[in-house]
């Protein structure tokens, strides 16, 4: 069965820095293209960021374009999301997705990792 388990959040300050993971299982992590999305409270998902299955390709949100970086260790079956220069309004709900932006809809999710960006 798929999972996925998000971990790196906490707080930081704004212009501060975070590394999420996301430790995948019970899916041929290679095989599969993948994103992170973000959840603010009393929201849906919102797409974040995508890579393709062999890491060549990825895709951001106007809102976190050069500042986060999407990669992957396919070995690791890990997925990571290098966020610097945080904002306050990149506090949400982080979450390791799946496939492409489609799978936002349909799942599966991680559990989330929360991220908090405050001074």
């Known amino acids: 069965q798929v999972q996925l388990v998000e971990s790196g959040g906490g707080l930081a300050r704004p212009g501060g820095s975070l590394r999420l993971s996301c430790a995948a299982s019970?899916?041929?992590?290679?095989?599969?293209?993948m994103s992170w999305a973000l959840q603010a409270p009393g929201k849906g998902l919102e797409w974040v960021s995508g890579?393709?299955?062999?890491?060549?390709?990825?895709y951001y949100a106007d809102s976190v374009k050069g500042r986060f970086t999407i990669s992957r260790d396919n070995a690791k079956n890990t997925l990571y999301l290098q966020m610097n220069s945080l904002k306050p309004e990149d506090t949400a709900l982080y979450y390791c997705?799946?496939?492409?932006?489609?799978?936002?809809?349909?799942?599966?999710w991680g559990q989330g990792t929360q991220v908090t960006v405050s001074s």
């Open positions: 019970g899916f041929f992590f290679g095989s599969w293209p």
């Open positions: 890579i393709s299955s062999d890491g060549s390709d990825t």
């Open positions: 997705v799946k496939g492409w932006k489609p799978a936002l809809a349909s799942g599966p």
